[in-house]
């Protein structure tokens, strides 16, 4: 196994920071890819790729992650290519290259310890030469891969002789490159230095070595052809080190133990090596000379700028170069800070713990002051301490938060497999992908949403014959939406396809014998859809068509506290919206009395709490007890019955709080309205296990539990008769 030397640092550092750097690149890629436009790429976006392979290619080397390192050697040929102008990008490039970037992500998580078997990279690799070895626009009829061309260069007017050694450099690395012939040099102010070149190759790669030693607006490439196979034969005889025209074959790269064909050779080498060999040989520089500065740093790309800079300073390091630098927008100048979740679930569950230590403190000092009435009274205090707790609470929560956009860069890549696969045309918008919300929710909210928006594209848009048939665009469009509502984030996932079929849905609850009255309204037919089994596919596709998938995602968003609401027009598509509250670690909560004893309501899901008399609920045979609320009969739920307590109140009535949840209302009878506080979330699964009708525990100010109740659970209760126990 590889050991990497500690000279540097700590090996294990570096190797977190590359795993997390090398899948913030492979993320970046594959965002670019998506949306590249293949019929006319922009140049920035193939160079944003290029940079952002070479820098996991190089960072791998070094770690010894030959594989990784392997793999991104044939993406750079691949996209040398690209860039170059050899040939035009086209879709079978790009499905090449995520599918690379598939395989890369299971190498990082392989060498992360993630994923036990390393992937198969073979097949891609394969595919990648494939790619490497299609003909170039230009070539010779029976040649693929780079084609040797004839360049005519010219230098000037100088605006300062260059200096000896920097103009035999470039002679001699263009000599090594391809063969040089008709050099006229006159290497004075104003004059100029002229030659004909071939090279395998484009004008860029002339650019590249050029721009190291001539200011590029003195520079000037004429590409004067295509060398032929009978050409190259006659310049072989005339030109002995011109290089030989060869069909490229799709061959394994060269090896990458050292990585040096990633450095520049420093003039001062140069011109040891000239002086001291009589015919000098191209051979790589040192390893330790050519990367390891002189501070320790280790160099892994340098620009023709900054190595010209460093020159006129005579420098003895080169600087970093940041090689995300042009995949991120120029206003982004803040400074991150890497830290562990760990650490950061830690410091949210202190910072609980002093919300529950402030609650006992103002519970006492309210407490003192009653019976020391007309003194000094502490409140003051605790109201600063209050304050500050909340904001120190806040500014906490706001590291655990994380912009949605985490999601929704999966999306593109979703599209385009599956609209691909079901031969549809599909447009991704995206908008509010800046809206942040728990990390924990990131993590538990990306399945059902990725469900969501396979089902629009499955279902939900037509195929473009169809679509054009019935006057709309051949391309249809799925949206996503994010916007924060209070303390709730909301997500809308919506298309403009068919839109439900309700009659197709009846006649399938029908035969599933689920009943529904034929005068419903859509709202209520269209909840059958979240049913268990439920489904009106014809037949059964890797797709969809099992029946599982809509219960799965309104269970899921449940388990969040949240709720999933639908609506369609025929004709003209379907949205689903998801509301899942900012953050599972504390609460806006009302709390209540049964019997003395507290529990705790999700204030975002209370309406309104009443009084209500005994004479006010009225028994519906097999639905229990019900409550008229300005025109709507309520069902009612007897806290007391469910959760039973040691010493019951003898009143027959009480409070109804009317809470809502998935579109449906319910009224619940309790004692007492306590009070309204932020609240603590503590798991019961963790601690003890999983209670029906409860969602969890809080501690209150004088230090006792208090369960908290799950609505949605309580709410889907009501009507059943007899409901003693959940």
């Not at 133990?257 to 140069?270: I, S």
């Not at 830290?339 to 402030?358: A, M, W, Y």
């Not at 912009?403 to 079901?422: D, G, K, T």
């Amino acid at each position: 196994m590889f050991q990497p030397s500690n000279s540097f640092g700590d090996p294990v550092a570096f190797r977190t920071i590359f795993f997390e750097e090398a899948q913030e690149h492979l993320a970046n890629v594959e965002a670019i890819l998506l949306r590249m436009d293949t019929d006319a790429p922009h140049p920035d976006d193939l160079n944003a790729i290029f940079r952002a392979v070479h820098s996991i290619k190089g960072s791998a080397a070094m770690l010894g992650c030959t594989e990784i390192a392997a793999l991104t050697h044939l993406q750079e040929n691949l996209l040398d290519l690209l860039r170059k102008g050899e040939r035009p990008i086209d879709a079978e490039d790009v499905n090449a290259m995520l599918k690379a970037g598939d395989v890369l992500r299971l190498q990082v998580l392989h060498r992360r310890g993630s994923v036990a078997e390393a992937p198969d990279a073979g097949e891609v690799e394969a595919l990648l030469r494939e790619r490497v070895a299609q003909p170039s626009a230009d070539a010779v009829e029976g040649h693929s891969g780079p084609v040797t061309r004839s360049f005519r260069v010219t230098l000037g007017p100088l605006a300062a002789a260059i200096e000896e050694v920097e103009l035999d450099m470039m002679l001699s690395g263009l000599s090594e490159m391809g063969a040089v012939s008709n050099t006229v040099v006159d290497n004075t102010a104003g004059g100029g230095v002229s030659f004909d070149v071939l090279l395998q190759g484009a004008a860029a790669d002339l650019q590249s070595v050029l721009s190291l030693v001539v200011a590029p607006e003195q520079i000037h490439v004429e590409t004067l052809g295509v060398v032929g196979v009978q050409e190259q034969a006659q310049l072989q005889t005339t030109l002995p080190g011109a290089p030989k025209l060869e069909a490229v074959a799709p061959a394994a790269p060269a090896p990458l133990d050292n990585g040096l064909d990633e450095f520049f050779v420093d003039p001062a080498e140069f011109r040891r090596k000239r002086d001291t060999e009589a015919t000098p040989e191209p051979r790589p520089a040192d390893f330790a000379a050519q990367e390891h500065a002189a501070d320790g740093s280790i160099d892994l790309f340098i620009s023709p700028e900054d190595l010209k800079r460093q020159r006129s300073a005579k420098a003895a390091a080169a600087p970093m170069v940041d090689v995300l630098h042009d995949l991120l927008p120029s206003s982004h100048e803040t400074t991150f800070i890497r830290v562990s979740t760990e650490k950061i679930d830690l410091l949210v569950n202190l910072v609980g713990e002093l919300v529950i230590t402030e609650a006992m403190l103002a519970r006492t000092g309210a407490l003192a002051e009653g019976a020391n009435e007309g003194q000094y009274s502490a409140n003051a205090g605790l109201a600063d301490l209050s304050r500050h707790t909340r904001n120190l609470q806040e500014a906490v929560l706001a590291i655990r938060m994380l912009p949605i956009s985490n999601v929704f860069q999966r999306f593109p890549r979703v599209v385009h497999e599956l609209s691909a696969r079901l031969g549809k045309r599909v447009e991704l918008k995206m908008f509010g992908e800046t809206t942040e919300l728990d990390r924990g929710l990131i993590e538990k909210i990306s399945d059902p949403l990725t469900h969501l928006v396979r089902n629009a594209i499955d279902h939900g848009l037509e195929p473009p014959d169809v679509r054009i048939a019935a006057g709309k665009p051949a391309s249809g469009t799925v949206t996503l939406k994010a916007s924060q509502r209070g303390g709730n984030i909301v997500i809308e996932v919506s298309d403009d396809g068919r839109g439900l079929d309700r009659a197709k849905i009846m006649a399938a609850a029908a035969r599933r014998g689920i009943a529904i009255p034929a005068d419903a309204p859509d709202n209520e037919v269209w909840q059958v859809v979240f049913e268990a089994g439920f489904s009106t596919a014809e037949s059964v596709t890797d797709v969809s068509g099992r029946g599982v998938g809509m219960d799965v995602v309104r269970r899921n968003i449940q388990a969040l506290s949240g709720t999933v609401d639908l609506s369609s027009r025929p004709g003209q598509g379907t949205r689903v919206t998801v509301s899942v509250p900012l953050t599972l670690a504390i609460m806006e909560a009302m709390t209540i009395a049964i019997g003395g004893e507290t529990y705790v309501l999700p204030l975002a899901c209370v309406v309104e709490s009443l009084s209500v008399a005994a004479g006010e609920l009225h028994t519906l045979p097999g639905h229990g007890d019900t409550l008229r609320v300005r025109e709507e009969y309520l069902p009612v739920l007897h806290l007391a019955k469910m959760f039973p307590p040691q010493n019951p109140r003898e009143h027959a009535a009480g409070i109804a709080v009317i809470v809502e949840t998935d579109g449906s209302k319910a009224a619940l009878l309790v004692d007492e309205l306590v009070g309204q506080q932020q609240v603590v979330v503590k798991s019961l699964e963790t601690n003890f296990r999983k209670v029906p009708g409860l969602s969890g525990a809080t501690v209150m100010g004088d230090g006792s539990v208090a369960l908290i109740l799950d609505v949605a659970h309580l709410v889907r209760a009501c009507g059943r008769e007899g409901t003693s126990q959940l």
